[in-house]
């Protein structure tokens, strides 16, 4: 049984104070140059001593402020906590490829699960200071306005982001998904950071997101945010999104988009 655990509310609050100073960390060290520390599944994959460092502070923050609690990063893996029932997500910097180009579309993402539920997230662009939060029920935000997803029903008419993998064999399945759906959809974004996708679309400024692959730090707060701003967020065939596939539709857009991508394998191959 565990302890209980802190309102949401409350566990947003923390979220948004060590995403921030996480953000400032990684624009301060873009600022100051940064380079490939190292390289995870393929050459493209890559790390950098930035990725590290920041997801460093937010664990180092968050055992000073929750020493009871569980994480799961990117680059330091799980941490068992002892036994609150929170769990804290992060990914230092979602868009890592953009962030070691200097591409303006990276993130912070921190989202807090309790007993297996996620209830509070937040992504923040760490160029632009655009940060977006969600709570289990609380509503989708932007900075203070409150979001609503796209209410777009044709898929013809259908602005769709995705991404791919860094593995050359799974890109090559992922190349041949969205070649037969560009001719379908009003037009395809790949901006390399599903967080940011998801907030994006989130607020309609995309109507539709899909991507095989992700892991939980991708997913978790973007994820939140996207379901709390009406999008119907999950996977193939009723299973919840996750690696396999993850689709985030408005309402009338999830079966037409779905069933397409199912028609094309989209979670299959590498
Ligand atoms: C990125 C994802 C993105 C995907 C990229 C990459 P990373 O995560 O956010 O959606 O298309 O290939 O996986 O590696 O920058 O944390």
């Known amino acids: 049984m565990t302890r209980s ?3 949401s509310t409350e566990l947003l609050a923390i979220a948004v104070d060590v995403a921030r100073e996480a953000a400032d960390t990684a624009y301060r060290m873009r600022a100051e140059g940064v380079s490939v520390a190292a390289t995870k599944t393929t050459v493209t994959d890559v790390v950098t001593a930035a990725d590290r460092a920041v997801e460093r502070q937010v664990l180092d923050t968050l055992a000073k402020l929750r020493p009871d609690d569980a994480v799961l990063g990117e680059e330091y893996g ?3 906590g002892a036994g609150s029932g929170v769990r804290w997500i992060v990914d230092p910097i979602d868009g890592t490829v953009n962030y070691l180009y200097g591409i303006p579309y ?3 993402s921190l989202a807090a699960e309790v007993d297996g539920d996620m209830v509070a997230g937040v992504v ?4 632009t200071g655009e940060e977006w939060t969600a709570t289990a029920g609380g509503g989708a935000w932007r900075d203070g306005r409150r979001l609503r997803c796209s209410t777009e029903t044709d898929l013809g008419q259908t602005l769709v ?5 860094y593995d050359a064999a799974r890109r090559a399945h992922q190349a041949r998904v969205v070649a037969e759906l560009i001719p379908q959809v009003r037009d395809i974004r790949r901006q390399g950071a ?4 998801l ?4 607020e309609g400024r995309v109507d539709a997101y899909y991507e095989k692959g992700l892991a939980a730090w991708d997913l978790a707060a973007g994820g939140l945010v996207a379901a709390e701003a009406g999008l119907r967020v999950g996977g193939l065939e009723g299973r919840p999104a996750g690696p396999d596939l993850v689709i985030a539709a408005p309402p009338a857009l999830f079966a037409p988009l779905h069933d397409r991508l199912a028609a094309l394998d989209a979670s299959g191959g590498p």
């Open 106 to 108: 990276c993130a912070v």
């Open 5 to 7: 655990a802190p309102a």
């Open 199 to 202: 907030c994006l679309a989130a």
């Open 78 to 80: 799980a941490g068992e």
């Open 194 to 197: 599903a967080s940011l996708d």
């Open 161 to 165: 982001a995705t991404g791919f993998g």
């Open 124 to 127: 923040r662009n760490l160029y």
